[in-house]
């Protein structure tokens, strides 16, 4: 089992719609907790980042993290086409420097 | 002005052979990273190196050597390239310290018939 799942998808949503993107992860050491956007044939780029539990706002994109559920969110609103792209959710633990990634889930945002 | 860049964007090459991918990043980050993503987009940190020195070297076949001449360049170099080497390699740079941070490169997209 890896130490983070994430639903590969594709989730396919209509402009406008409000999407939730997750992650869950098996490692309790981690605390700080990244959402990466990837376009088709690019590299990853970083969203937000997280440091342990609670709510983080920056536009349209909330990330939330329930450290106690081992769960995190990402949620867009107003959901546009140039939304579509993998997301990929990364943690790492207090001390290390190195990101575990999860699998990626890819999102179509359709007009 | 790219921020990270890799050379070359396209590799490939027979097995066996041996190759090398280049990367520069001038944001004057102190920390680079060699990651892998496979076909199904699973990205998997390779190598790290803090000013030149390697700090991650996860369990990757000794085919594979890092190489850091300075704080600005990180190299890869694959021996005896085998078909599970494809993949897409990224190249990232960060501060140490921050590693959450990170600024990928395009990727080289490798190919090993």
């Known amino acids: 089992q890896k130490e983070v799942e994430q639903d590969p998808g594709p989730l396919s949503v209509p402009e406008g719609a409000i999407v939730s993107l997750n992650c869950t992860y098996s490692?309790?050491?981690?605390?700080?907790f990244m959402w990466y956007r990837q376009y088709s044939r690019k590299g990853p780029e970083l969203l937000m980042y997280?440091?342990?539990?609670g709510n983080k706002e920056d536009g349209r994109f909330t990330a939330q993290v329930d450290k106690s559920s081992k769960y995190i969110s990402l949620f867009i609103r107003d959901s546009q086409p140039s939304d579509s792209a993998t997301y990929l959710c990364?943690?790492?633990?207090?001390?290390?420097?190195?990101?575990?990634f999860g699998t990626g889930t890819r999102l179509q945002v359709t007009l | 002005d790219t921020a990270v860049s890799q050379t070359p964007k396209y590799l490939v090459t027979q097995m066996g052979n041996d190759k090398s991918i280049k990367c520069e990043q001038n944001?004057?980050?102190?920390?680079m990273y060699w990651y892998k993503q496979d076909s199904k987009k699973f990205l998997k940190i390779m190598f790290s190196?803090?000013?030149?020195?390697?700090?991650i070297n996860e369990t990757v076949p000794n085919r594979f050597s890092p190489k850091s001449p300075d704080k600005a360049h990180l190299n890869l170099h694959i021996n005896s390239l085998e078909l599970g080497d494809s993949a897409v390699y990224f190249c990232?740079?960060?501060?140490?310290?921050?590693?959450?941070?990170?600024?990928f490169g395009p990727g080289t997209r490798l190919t090993v018939t």
């Open positions: 990232a740079s960060g501060r140490a310290g921050a590693a959450y941070e990170q600024y």
């Open positions: 944001l004057g980050h102190d920390t």
């Open positions: 190196y803090n000013n030149k020195e390697l700090i």
């Open positions: 990364a943690m790492r633990t207090g001390t290390a420097s190195k990101l575990t």
């Open positions: 490692n309790s050491a981690f605390q700080y």
């Open positions: 997280t440091y342990s539990s």
